[in-house]
């Protein structure tokens, strides 16, 4: 790995409802599982793992430190929030072998600025957030990076197929796919306030849901 990224975690006997009681003692609960290794509940404490969780995200390597002196590599597969506050609800982190490929998405990072957009007569339009590959986790990058300085005209466009992350990373996500995109100012499309409010009752209907999962799960 190329940075090391480490969170001390410890055993957790602790489930169901009662775990409300470890939250409020600054714990949070986390779930441990991969294609190798029996899955297990684990504990850490909630400022070191949101400091953790901030740098890492959930596209890079994390160890964590059990005190079995083992080493155990995971990624952040979802990470459940408590809805009203924000608080983090439930964390579950997924082993790897560092010698086995796996398939990641990885985020998107569109930088530079076309010179259309600088006088006012384009407007980037952002495609994909994230692209799938399929990686060694040693191999394994925070982001792609995207130059879109190079989109001089108008309906200028990169796609999947223009990305180049050398032999190491096979991509997966379809190559026709578009990640960036100049467009003339006057065919900028407003989005309607109706779909948008649709959008968030369905986001806070989901929370709910997964707050229900998360202790059901527990």
């Not at 990470?79 to 985020?107: A, C, N, V």
């Not at 495609?127 to 060694?136: I, P, Q, W, Y």
């Amino acid at each position: 790995m190329a940075e090391e990224i480490l969170l001390q975690v410890k055993p957790r006997t602790i489930i169901g409802k009662q775990v409300r009681g470890l939250r409020r003692d600054g714990w949070i609960p986390l779930s441990v599982y991969g294609a190798h290794v029996q899955a297990r509940n684990m504990q850490a404490e909630e400022r070191a793992l949101r400091a953790v969780l901030n740098k890492a995200g959930t596209n890079r390597l994390i160890r964590l430190d059990t005190g079995d002196g083992a080493q155990h590599v995971v990624i952040t597969r979802e990470i459940q929030r408590e809805p009203i506050s924000g608080k983090y609800w439930h964390i579950d982190f997924m082993e790897i072998s560092l010698t086995e490929k796996m398939e990641i998405d990885i985020p998107v990072s569109l930088q530079g600025t076309p010179p259309s957009t600088k006088s006012g007569e384009g407007l980037l339009i952002h495609g994909l957030e994230s692209v799938t590959v399929r990686v060694l986790p040693t191999d394994l990058i925070p982001e792609i990076v995207v130059d879109v300085s190079g989109l001089v005209n108008l309906n200028d466009a990169l796609y999947v197929s223009d990305l180049k992350l050398g032999d190491t990373i096979e991509i997966l996500t379809n190559p026709e796919e578009m990640l960036a995109k100049v467009i003339a100012v006057r065919e900028e499309v407003v989005a309607t306030e109706a779909p948008a409010a649709t959008a968030e009752v369905e986001v806070v209907g989901k929370e709910k849901k997964e707050e229900e999962t998360a202790e059901e799960k527990e």
